[in-house]
């Protein structure tokens, strides 16, 4: 699908999944998720390798503060002052943190525009007590068969592009040739900034959170033309930002979710898994990325794998 505009509710109209899957349907793009592709995705482990692409959950994430913040985690029993039977001592901890703030899905009651979610969900469903439809627990089945690597980084030679770098189709395309890989109907497609190396490397939140290198509006119709069914960056926002129409913010976000239904996984870690995709060329995988099963809530945090 070649887009002609770079209107946003232009192009959402263009590659709108509205109904596609009947009008009650809450899921949106994992319906391509068939078993008959999660059967043929198992056949991409070869050698049982297994990838964490799931950032740590402590202190040291790359929330600066303000509407999101890094995890805290409390002891609310040690054992150290219990006194039982047989010499018996048990821990229980606790977290406190938003359901977004480390690596984690966006369900597609996260964002929506002139008061409609994907599929035509009322917007003011989403109310204190959360999401009404499209909640993250929707998805609670499990996001789980073929993975895709596009590492956008290593295919420029640097080892993170600059905030503000659009990841147009033509690249897309250029960078799956280079890898000798296709992307296809129901796909996990991953593609690597490098804007987790950036953080690893500078320790910086503010910098991490100022602005990333992602994809352009431009790349909604290739994708709908793929048929993808989740798409997942390295970087916190999986589109390019500052965004390409001055006045406008998260445009991308509101085609994907609200108009395709697209499941959107951010913050990931895709350093190891990359080095050994290069080192032998294969850059499929068997992908396993079930969210937690928050009712009503329109994020969750995730540990997805990339099992070879």
Request: with cysteine; charged share 25%; glycine share 12%.
């Amino acid at each position: 699908m070649t887009t002609s505009t770079n209107d946003m509710r232009e192009l959402g109209a263009q590659v709108r999944n509205w109904g596609r899957w009947g009008d009650d349907d809450e899921r949106g793009t994992t319906n391509l998720i068939t078993p008959e592709r999660v059967a043929a995705a198992a056949g991409l482990i070869r050698t049982g390798e297994v990838f964490e692409l799931g950032i740590p959950l402590d202190a040291d994430g790359p929330q600066p503060g303000g509407t999101r913040i890094n995890p805290i985690r409390l002891m609310s029993e040690n054992g150290q002052e219990q006194v039982l039977p047989g010499g018996f001592k048990w821990a229980d901890d606790y977290v406190f943190m938003p359901l977004q703030a480390g690596s984690q899905y966006d369900s597609l009651s996260h964002v929506h525009y002139d008061g409609q979610l994907y599929n035509g969900h009322p917007g003011d469903g989403v109310t204190i007590k959360g999401a009404d439809k499209c909640g993250i627990h929707t998805q609670a089945k499990g996001i789980a068969g073929r993975g895709v690597l596009l590492d956008i980084a290593a295919h420029r030679g640097v080892d993170w592009l600059d905030a503000g770098e659009a990841i147009d189709p033509d690249e897309l395309d250029a960078v799956a040739q280079a890898q000798g890989v296709d992307v296809g109907p129901g796909d996990i497609l991953l593609f690597r900034t490098g804007w987790r190396a950036k953080f690893l490397a500078e320790h910086d939140p503010q910098s991490f959170m100022a602005g990333e290198p992602g994809l352009s509006l431009r790349s909604a119709g290739w994708l709908r033309d793929r048929d993808v069914a989740v798409v997942g960056s390295d970087n916190w926002a999986v589109e390019v930002l500052p965004g390409e129409n001055p006045g406008a913010v998260f445009e991308l976000h509101m085609v994907l979710i609200r108009d395709m239904g697209v499941t959107l996984a951010e913050m990931l870690d895709f350093e190891e898994l990359a080095a050994a995709c290069a080192d032998d060329g294969r850059y499929d995988f068997f992908f396993a990325g079930p969210p937690l099963k928050f009712t009503r809530g329109v994020g969750s945090p995730i540990n997805p794998l990339a099992i070879r």
